[in-house]
């Protein structure tokens, strides 16, 4: 039995999103990251982000990331998303960025929650808020 692959998508960086030494500018690392989370909330949710009914959406709570390799223009990036649910009321999704030959450009942990938009709190067991709202949780995490 193989261990599931978690969540991937591929990007091809723009010259746009290059700083003044010709690499990937360090913000646009955070970027591809929410590409990442928003693609995969929208796979996971059947091509919708919405909770419906339940009038929450997710928050960023915090985010920290390792850059280890340069990226440069022209070339294309695989980005990863793996969501780990805790017994709290945020959980982590943790996020890498790898280059061409599989070499790890970058990696990014996330403190993420699920927010009440009306009370502007964050809601109590995020992971079956998830679940009640249809999300494929196996597409969201590869512990699932």
Do not use: W
């Not at 590409?35 to 919405?50: W, Y």
């Not at 709570?61 to 390799?69: D, E, F, K, P």
């Not at 649910?85 to 999704?93: A, D, I, N, R, T």
């Not at 943790?94 to 990014?108: N, P, Q, R």
């Amino acid at each position: 039995m193989s261990e599931r692959e978690p969540f991937r998508i591929q990007i091809k960086v723009r010259m746009y999103e290059l700083d003044m030494l010709g690499h990937l500018n360090h913000a646009v690392y955070h970027s591809y990251g929410e590409v990442a989370r928003i693609e995969m909330l929208e796979r996971a949710g059947g091509g919708s982000t919405s909770f419906g009914e339940q009038n929450i959406s997710p928050v960023l709570l915090s985010s920290t990331i390792n850059y280890r390799s340069e990226i440069r223009m022209g070339e294309t990036v695989d980005v990863t998303c793996d969501t780990r649910f805790g017994s709290g009321k945020s959980f982590q999704m943790e996020l890498f960025i790898y280059k061409a030959d599989g070499t790890v450009s970058a990696d990014i942990t996330c403190t993420v929650g699920l927010m009440d938009l009306d009370r502007r709190k964050l809601v109590d067991d995020p992971r079956s808020r998830f679940e009640q709202a249809g999300y494929d949780l196996k597409v969201l995490s590869t512990a699932e």
